[in-house]
């Protein structure tokens, strides 16, 4: 069974202060996604990163790729309310399918 | 921005009834996806289709369930004879290419089954 399990389930932080949520599986995947999921819409693309020990940064946000590429983490610096949301991991198997295997979720609440 | 369209965005069915979700992905992107997410659960994958056929099913993906681009810019899921358990969020997503790339996801068709 493949699965992709992300830590902490929930986080609950003031604002200004910083966070790191992990991915974790024991699947190598081709490319690993974070995406964002506002409550009944769908999951917004963040970033994708492909190579092992790859860092992508989006503005207060660092992505990382495990040299391995079995993990993942984010890392966001001094979180705001607006950063408030479900954030999911994906592996993606790579092939003609990209399938994408999703995690967790993290659940985070920047409060003000 | 380019975006993934569904229709519609909440369908009430019968049990036993047929129903179709309908997409639009992104004119230039290539592959396309249907995910679903029950309530309080992971998003999981059900089908990729590629090159006008799928290229991977779930086992979720049984042969209740097909998938369909009649034109050039519409993708549907139909789901033969519904069940309670297909009650779930139902994604629609397309990517440019493979390997590599990241979805566009739309906003979901709410699904329940009564």
């Known amino acids: 069974t493949q699965l992709l399990e992300q830590s902490p389930q929930f986080l609950s932080i003031q604002e200004g202060e910083n966070l790191t949520v992990y991915c974790n599986s024991s699947?190598?995947?081709?490319?690993l996604q974070w995406y964002r999921q506002e409550p009944g819409e769908g999951p917004v693309l963040l970033v994708t990163?492909?190579?092992?020990?790859e860092v992508k940064k989006l503005k207060r946000l660092t992505f990382q790729f495990g040299d391995a590429r079995k993990d993942s983490s984010l890392h966001i610096t001094a979180a705001q309310p607006g950063d408030t949301g479900l954030y999911l991991c994906?592996?993606?198997?790579?092939?003609?399918?990209?399938?994408?295997?999703f995690g967790t979720g993290t659940l985070l609440a920047v409060q003000p | 921005e380019p975006e993934v369209t569904q229709t519609p965005s909440h369908q009430v069915t019968q049990m036993g009834q047929e129903v179709i979700l309908r997409c639009v992905p992104i004119?230039?992107?290539?592959?396309f996806y249907w995910y679903r997410q029950i309530l309080g659960q992971k998003v999981e994958f059900l089908v990729s289709f590629y090159n006008n056929e799928i290229s991977e099913k779930s086992e979720i993906f049984d042969d209740q369930f097909s998938v369909e681009r009649p034109d050039g810019s519409n993708f549907t899921l139909k789901i033969r004879s519904t069940k309670l358990e297909d009650s779930a969020m139902y994604f629609c997503?397309?990517?440019?290419?493979?390997?590599?790339?990241?979805?566009?996801f739309g906003s979901g068709t709410r699904l329940t089954v009564v």
């Open positions: 004119s230039n992107h290539l592959y």
């Open positions: 990163v492909v190579t092992g020990g």
């Open positions: 699947s190598v995947f081709s490319s």
């Open positions: 994906a592996g993606g198997y790579g092939g003609a399918t990209n399938k994408l295997i």
């Open positions: 997503a397309s990517s440019v290419k493979g390997r590599g790339y990241g979805y566009t």
